[in-house]
């Protein structure tokens, strides 16, 4: 008998590659733009991978950090972290459903991520 479940851990961004295979499965996407050092980016970790395990098979959840996709934090303006983005599938291409900059409570995230489910199932 194990004392200690596994957590379960939202994925990693490694490249733009991942990022653009992770946007053609059509699902709901949030994800955590962090850097190594940042404190509250440390706080918000595991409250990110609890989504990510609440959410798995119905969104996709993943964590982006600046040193290894510089181009994506270009690409969605991020200007500090922790940033946290949830995109839709629409017409072919991502909507930006919802952002916000800083630290954030879990029920507002699980609510961004609901409202982004339900919006794709009509």
């Given amino acids: 008998m194990s004392?200690?479940?596994?957590?379960?851990?939202?994925a990693q961004l490694k490249s733009m590659e991942d990022?653009?295979?992770?946007?053609a499965s059509g699902k709901p996407v949030m994800i955590d733009f962090f850097q190594h050092g940042c404190q509250p980016c440390r706080v918000?970790?595991?409250?990110?991978?609890?989504v990510a395990e609440e959410f798995d098979g119905d969104a996709i959840v993943v964590k982006?950090?600046?040193e290894n996709v510089?181009?994506?934090?270009?690409?969605f303006k991020v200007k500090s972290t922790p940033t946290f983005v949830v995109l839709n599938p629409q017409d072919g291409g991502l909507h930006q459903r919802w952002r916000h900059s800083g630290m954030v409570k879990k029920d507002v995230m699980t609510g961004q991520v609901e409202g982004a489910i339900e919006a794709f199932k009509e």
């Fill in 44 to 50: 918000m970790d595991g409250i990110v991978d609890e």
């Fill in 64 to 66: 982006a950090n600046l």
């Fill in 19 to 23: 990022f653009d295979d992770i946007t």
């Fill in 70 to 75: 510089p181009d994506l934090f270009y690409k």
């Fill in 3 to 10: 004392l200690f479940k596994k957590r379960f851990k939202a």
